[in-house]
């Protein structure tokens, strides 16, 4: 069980749109359809902003979009704003009743 | 609104066991609808999934880390509980203790909507 794969570090300039990045295998992403992505802000508490790939919670901006192809899961957020600058993070179904992590990315509005 | 706390000792000499608790508040920890898990963070690196609970008393945990942990639940005190066992310095991170939501009808398949404001355990000497 690897961690998923993400870039180290993305960055927009506000209004801008960013992709971020999912990698896995045909164990874990290419596989289920269970990839939740989770924002971070320095010294607080992780917050979910997609879950099973495309949904997302109440009260989470449609701003934030999640899509898969293959082994790959991507986060997009449209209209970049300055509060939207944090750590991001994926994580995977990966069967037998396990889930595995990416390693974040850092978003940086320019 | 759902609450989760985490709770325990900073620091953990190397060898020994890491004990934490998460106290919850809000929903109840015996519904059938929640997992509830930990998850860690090493200083500088990304989040590590260690293992999920479920009311009834089952588990998941992360095989890299399975002879070593322990997750109980104490639905009197809305509690839930995680050991670690032989510590190393590798063990050094922030631990968050996460509410889960089944995904997919699929056992131990979850995804985390509430979490706690997570605690750093050091492991030292």
């Known amino acids: 069980q690897s961690a998923l794969t993400q870039p180290a570090s993305v960055s927009g300039s506000p209004g801008q749109s960013i992709t971020i990045s999912c990698t896995g295998n045909s164990s874990d992403v290419g596989s289920y359809s269970l990839v939740s992505w989770y924002q971070q802000n320095p010294g607080k508490a992780p917050k979910l902003v997609i879950y099973d790939v495309i949904k997302r919670p109440s009260g989470v901006s449609n701003r934030f979009s999640g899509s898969k192809s293959d082994n790959t899961a991507s986060l997009t957020i449209f209209g970049l704003q300055a509060d939207d600058e944090a750590d991001y993070f994926c994580?995977?179904?990966?069967?037998?009743?396990?889930?595995?992590f990416g390693g974040g990315t850092k978003l940086t509005v320019l | 609104q759902q609450q989760l706390q985490e709770s325990g000792p900073g620091l953990v000499k190397p060898s020994e066991t890491l004990s934490l608790t998460c106290t919850v508040s809000g929903d109840s920890i015996s519904s059938n609808s929640y997992y509830w898990g930990w998850i860690r963070q090493p200083p500088g690196k990304g989040m590590e999934w260690i293992g999920i609970i479920y009311y009834s008393g089952s588990t998941y945990y992360n095989p890299s880390l399975k002879s070593r942990v322990t997750i109980l639940i104490d639905a009197s005190q809305s509690q839930f509980s995680l050991k670690l066992s032989s510590v190393t310095a590798a063990d050094t991170a922030v631990y968050y203790c996460?509410?889960?939501?089944?995904?997919?009808?699929?056992?131990?398949?979850?995804?985390?909507?509430?979490w706690g404001q997570g605690t750093l355990v050091i492991v030292s000497s």
């Open positions: 996460a509410r889960g939501r089944l995904s997919a009808g699929i056992v131990g398949a979850t995804f985390f909507d509430y």
């Open positions: 994580c995977s179904y990966a069967g037998s009743s396990t889930l595995v």
